[in-house]
């Protein structure tokens, strides 16, 4: 992407990922050739049933599971949803949540009148509270019907000790259904481990270099759900709605690329969030690091501080409204984080633009021209 002020890099891949080209691939066929309906009966039916049976096997493999544990999803949101309220609506009970959940979890619980955990500065659910909060829910005589923890937090990125958390759901709220977000995870984690400790997870393909519109559930042998969507009894009776054939087989290529180069480009984005620190978000100004400094993936560098309120209750100074930032309330700044990372067109030297106070603030360095008052990288 190029612009004024020359050669961009995107560096929001928490947000979305762009498509590998193996998903692509994957997905053409089933766009313009095999295009049936893979719930007929006949033979082009049974072929694009084969391609998601195929997909369904691969994507098991890759996330440790039984083939038939996982569900195609339309999404995190839909993953989330369908874990919150269909264990609600199948089991009755409370709902329990950390505080800095993904709204998709939170405003399900919120909705629901459950529980909610504080958390702390770093993003990292408070263990201690959540056995409290599930002991507490239990001397009132409730059950719990589902605890929702994320693995990786999508504002700071700090990766939560899931078998931790697991041991205290386990020891205290037994038959709950115990639900992790992992829609962050799968790019920088053995997602594996989520899922061996977990009983439903969700996934979203779209931050793993897969199609928007896709995600992946995995809901354990012997665990159910009141299905979220009713109809023609796809992914056995648990999601309802025609296959997205196209969509299915590219996440399945694009989550097995994922986990094959996983390892290197751990590496390669550790390094370049190094240079990206060290060489130019030092130097912006009230621009802290925020999550934990071990225990945080690699795709995580800087933004606004957070706090927490009275309660104890994690709240960020300012909550991304990527779906619906082009209809804020009045009187609410747009605050980001960081925005791009750039090569001045007439010196090469690399400029980092930042936000502060709402105002975006270039950052030169090491450019002689802009020292020299020559040009403005505006």
């Known amino acids: 992407m190029t612009s004024s002020v020359g050669r961009l890099a995107y560096l929001d891949h928490a947000a979305t990922t762009p498509m590998r080209e193996s998903a692509i691939a994957a997905m053409a066929p089933y766009l313009a050739e095999h295009y049936a309906n893979p719930s007929g009966s006949h033979r082009f039916s049974r072929m694009a049933r084969t391609a998601i049976d195929e997909a369904r096997d691969d994507v098991a493999d890759v996330l440790g599971c039984a083939p038939g544990e996982v569900v195609f999803t339309s999404g995190g949101t839909e993953g989330d949803n369908a874990a919150v309220f269909g264990a609600v609506r199948r089991h009755g009970g409370v709902a329990v949540c950390s505080a800095v959940e993904h709204h998709a979890v939170l405003h399900c619980v919120e909705h629901l009148h459950g529980e909610v955990v504080a958390a702390d500065r770093f993003g990292l659910i408070d263990i201690a509270a959540l056995k409290q909060t599930l002991e507490r829910v239990a001397q009132r005589g409730e059950r719990v019907a589902v605890v929702s923890v994320m693995a990786v937090n999508n504002e700071v990125g700090t990766i939560t000790p899931m078998r931790d958390v697991a041991r205290v759901v386990r020891g205290s709220a037994e038959h709950a259904v ?137 709240t960020p100074v300012f909550r991304r409204r990527r779906e619906r930032s082009a209809a804020l309330p009045p009187g609410r700044s747009r605050r980001l984080r960081f925005c791009s990372l750039g090569l001045c067109e007439r010196c090469n030297g690399t400029i980092a633009r930042v936000a502060s106070d709402g105002r975006a603030v270039t950052i030169r360095k090491g450019c002689a021209a802009a020292e020299s008052g020559a040009h403005h990288h505006e």
Request: charged share 25%.
């Open 178 to 314: 115990f639900h992790s977000d992992a829609v962050q995870a799968a790019c920088w984690l053995d997602v594996r481990d989520i899922v061996a400790v977990t009983d439903v997870v969700s996934f979203s393909a779209h931050k793993f270099g897969g199609p928007k519109g896709m995600g992946v559930m995995v809901v354990k042998k012997g665990v159910t759900l009141e299905p979220l969507i009713m109809g023609g009894g796809q992914e056995r009776d648990r999601r309802s709605g025609t296959s997205n054939v196209a969509g299915i087989v590219a996440t399945a290529a694009a989550l097995r690329e994922t986990v094959t180069t996983r390892e290197a480009e751990v590496v390669r984005v550790a390094e370049l969030k190094r240079l990206l620190i060290e060489g130019h978000l030092l130097a912006a100004p009230r621009c802290p690091r925020n999550g934990a400094r071990v225990g945080r993936h690699r795709n995580s560098a800087f933004g606004p501080e957070h706090r927490l309120d009275g309660a104890g209750r994690g």
